[in-house]
């Protein structure tokens, strides 16, 4: 089992940045995927990003792409999500979640991910 926690939402005008960690206890985060999602109310789950094991490739969904970074540090077995250039649209709570995979490319899709944190709520203000 694997126990995700997320921090660092809150409240930020527009064009301001917060960062997100997903910290990991259980088993070592170096054996998994870790993909970030969001879901603003009335909406469905929708993928921000993702890293595989090792770092070592991530990519992000275009409505983030280039403002948002995921890393990893899995000595501390946690991953971050840098979010700049906010916009109200980025308003959610967003999630981290781990899939045990060693592929090179992570998976997109959220019924892949086997364990997941509560949230944390980003409110992005205009």
């Known amino acids: 089992q694997v126990q995700l926690v997320e921090s660092g939402g809150g409240l930020v005008q527009a064009g301001g940045s917060l960062r997100l960690s997903c910290a990991a206890s259980?088993?070592?985060?170096?054996?998994?995927?870790m993909g970030w999602f969001r879901q603003a109310p009335g909406k469905e789950r929708e993928f921000v990003g993702t890293?595989?094991?090792?770092?070592?490739?991530?990519y992000y969904a275009d409505s983030v792409k280039g403002r948002f970074t995921i890393s990893r540090d899995n000595a501390k077995n946690t991953v971050f999500l840098q979010m700049n250039s906010l916009k109200p649209e980025d308003s959610a709570v967003y999630y981290c979640a781990a899939d045990q995979t060693a592929a090179i490319v992570p998976p997109r899709s959220f019924v892949t991910y086997e364990y997941w944190g509560q949230g944390t709520q980003v409110t992005v203000s205009s």
């Open positions: 259980g088993r070592p985060l170096s054996n998994y995927a």
């Open positions: 890293v595989n094991w090792n770092g070592g490739f991530a």
